[in-house]
């Protein structure tokens, strides 16, 4: 594992199909000079049981870039069985194409019936914590690996025991597992739950965070007390969102971050900018923890 | 006083099962009316975009019916708890399972769904490695002789698709009414494929073509297919062979291979 994360470092781009043909045009165009990111995400649930031209282009991508791998599906605070011929094909796919690191969403989107095909909020009790880390413990058991949670954006709450916070950190101290830190999410939720971001940030475990997650989102509604963004991945990152990197940056340190983009494609150019953008920031908290180590 | 698992794993149920079907399940009494329409949107849209995505004409003519009629049907398979496979790209395959159990659709319109899934299907295929594609361009040199005694099949990008009425009809109108349905009840045959741009063709068969391709697909090489296929038509196998393998060379060939 170690020799893997020692490629897994800088800024990445999640893969989605409208994006293939952009990425392998700019790849084209770039010859010899260093591209704006180092590594690739994509959800294995788009690719596994896909062939075709587009599978063809992901194959190429994958034997020359690092990649690692963020799920949709497992649905890992079910109120059903985990799936084992589901992560049968999800441990071929990640051992086959070299997956660094395999993340899913603290969420669910299964019930009896079947898949529901979207993220569902667990609800925040005591006994769900017990449930979802056994089922994160039976999960890393049976892929051989750890894997990455990350704290997942919601509109609603079924029950509140425990604050997300706490429920985010209990599950992951007992189950033992890592942290994807979506700092894009950290903010919709405040704002649609009327909380802190920056403490929130800050009371994570640093060592348990592998990597962090940047995106945009859709402002609903900015009546007062209606507030109320969706995390829809469609538009650019915003400024309240950046200084939650830094902060992000400042509390643990720079870890590899992955700028999400899943619809209402811009010119690539301008991912190209946030993807410098998140370099920009990375280099300026490198240098401060160099300065900080040396003094 | 803490929810216990079973409580919980309750609320979970019922959280889900309002967004399958929000008319007959109520949402969970603590969450607001504002709250529960961003899930009841986000997931009904996602699922709908999806099978909008696959079965473009099947739409057309089920909403020509009555105005609100395809997102109805969309609904009812949401909230049947029809779909079981974790991938995306199989909710369209779920829900044509979905409407072959249900049988609530005209057989013509049935047609039509497995035609459009089936183009589906065929743009999401694997590709055959390139050293099967270079011998099913190798199969096609060799003599009448050696050919006819071959087994084939088609390549894994192509697929042969049989139904009762004439798609191609059906996919000029744009206003569907059942009392139409006889006027298609027509058998129509076709081949898949896709080209190396990921673009899916089908091309119509002749009802005799598509039973020398059923056959060749189950194994039975071209002779003993020509030998069947005399007892059932009134040519000879001779005149059967000698379109037979001109048309398995030329326009068949580069979509089929030689059996493993």
């Known amino acids: 594992m170690s020799s893997l994360a020692a490629s897994f470092t800088g800024v990445g781009l999640g893969i989605r199909r409208g994006l293939l043909q952009p990425i392998t045009e700019y790849l084209?165009?770039?010859?010899?000079?260093?591209?704006?990111?180092?590594?690739?995400?994509?959800?294995?649930?788009?690719?596994?049981?896909?062939?075709?031209?587009?599978?063809?282009?992901?194959?190429?991508l994958v034997q020359s870039y690092p990649f690692v791998?963020?799920?949709l599906s497992?649905?890992?605070?079910?109120?059903?069985?985990?799936?084992?011929?589901?992560?049968?094909?999800?441990?071929?796919?990640?051992?086959?194409?070299?997956?660094?690191v395999y993340s899913e969403h603290l969420s669910f989107c299964t019930d009896d019936a079947g898949h529901l095909y979207d993220l569902m909020p667990i609800p925040l009790t005591q006994t769900m914590v017990d449930y979802v880390a056994q089922r994160i413990r039976r999960v890393q058991e049976y892929l051989d690996r750890r894997i990455a949670i990350e704290n997942v954006s919601y509109y609603a709450s079924t029950a509140l025991e425990l604050s997300e916070l706490e429920f985010f950190l209990a599950v992951v101290e007992q189950a033992d597992c890592d942290i994807l830190l979506d700092v894009n999410n950290v903010y919709v939720n405040s704002v649609n739950h009327g909380y802190e971001p920056v403490s929130f940030i800050q009371a994570l475990p640093s060592d348990k965070i592998v990597y962090m997650h940047i995106a945009g989102h859709y402002v609903e509604s900015e009546k007062p007390g209606q507030e109320l963004i969706i995390d829809t991945h469609g538009a650019a990152v915003v400024p309240l969102v950046w200084q939650l990197l830094e902060v992000a940056y400042q509390a643990h340190g720079v870890?590899?971050?992955?700028?999400?983009?899943?619809?209402?494609?811009?010119?690539?150019?301008?991912?190209?900018?946030?993807?410098?953008?998140?370099?920009?920031?990375?280099?300026?908290?490198?240098?401060?923890a160099a300065c900080a180590s040396n003094a | 006083m803490p929810l216990t698992l079973e409580q919980s794993l309750h609320l979970q149920k019922q959280f889900a099962a309002h967004i399958r079907d929000p008319l007959k399940i109520p949402r969970p009494s603590q969450i607001s009316d504002q709250r529960m329409q961003v899930y009841r949107d986000l997931f009904f849209s996602s699922l709908s975009g999806f099978l909008d995505d696959t079965f473009t004409q099947l739409q057309v003519l089920i909403e020509s019916q009555d105005s609100g009629s395809w997102r109805a049907l969309n609904r009812a398979f949401f909230s049947a708890g029809a779909a079981q496979s974790p991938y995306f790209h199989r909710i369209s395959q779920e829900f044509l399972k979905y409407l072959e159990s249900s049988n609530q659709l005209d057989p013509a319109l049935m047609a039509l769904a497995y035609y459009e899934q089936t183009h589906f299907n065929v743009l999401m295929s694997e590709s055959e490695p390139n050293e099967v594609v270079n011998r099913a361009l190798e199969w096609a040199l060799c003599s009448d002789d050696t050919l006819l005694s071959q087994c084939l099949r088609l390549r894994k990008d192509a697929q042969l698709l049989a139904v009762t009425h004439d798609i191609k009809s059906l996919q000029k109108v744009s206003v569907w009414d059942n009392s139409m349905a006889t006027y298609f009840a027509i058998p129509s045959f076709f081949v898949f494929s896709k080209n190396r741009n990921n673009n899916v063709f089908s091309t119509q068969l002749t009802p005799m073509n598509a039973a020398l391709l059923e056959l060749i697909q189950a194994g039975v090489p071209p002779k003993a297919a020509f030998e069947y296929l005399a007892k059932t038509t009134s040519a000879s196998v001779d005149q059967l062979q000698g379109f037979g393998l001109e048309y398995l060379r030329q326009s068949l060939g580069p979509l089929l291979c030689l059996q493993d």
């Open chain 1, 28 to 60: 084209d165009q770039l010859g010899e000079a260093a591209p704006a990111f180092d590594f690739f995400e994509v959800a294995p649930e788009n690719w596994i049981g896909w062939g075709g031209q587009h599978s063809d282009t992901f194959q190429r």
């Open chain 1, 69 to 71: 791998s963020h799920g």
């Open chain 1, 74 to 100: 497992l649905s890992i605070g079910g109120p059903d069985p985990l799936q084992y011929n589901f992560l049968k094909d999800l441990k071929h796919f990640l051992n086959a194409n070299q997956m660094l």
């Open chain 1, 255 to 288: 870890r590899p971050t992955l700028l999400e983009r899943d619809f209402n494609y811009p010119a690539f150019k301008v991912l190209i900018d946030e993807l410098q953008q998140i370099r920009h920031l990375q280099s300026v908290y490198s240098q401060g």
